[in-house]
């Protein structure tokens, strides 16, 4: 009797919903307020690049929160959607 082994499968990890453990996280308009600019770093190649925060505030709006950017921008280099979001405060 012939079996077939069941091949391991990588199973996603679904996105939970965990409240923040401290303050707030900081929105594309509180990033703003303060002066605060916004880069995205690749973490596959390391490239790194400034972001337009007027721009993603014109997008996406005031309130959302900075780092549910992170995922979702493509790397200019290598074409990933493997961007972090990076804060820049200096
Ligand atoms: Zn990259």
Redesign the pocket.
Known sequence: MARTPSPREIIPERKRSKPQPRGKPPTLGGLKDYGHRLAAG??????TAKLDLDALIGRFGRDLEAIALNGHLR??????L??RIQVLTA
Do not use: D
Request: some cysteine; charged content about 20%; glycine content about 22%.
């Open positions: 690749c973490g596959e190649c390391q490239h790397c200019q280099r290598c074409g990933k493997n961007g």
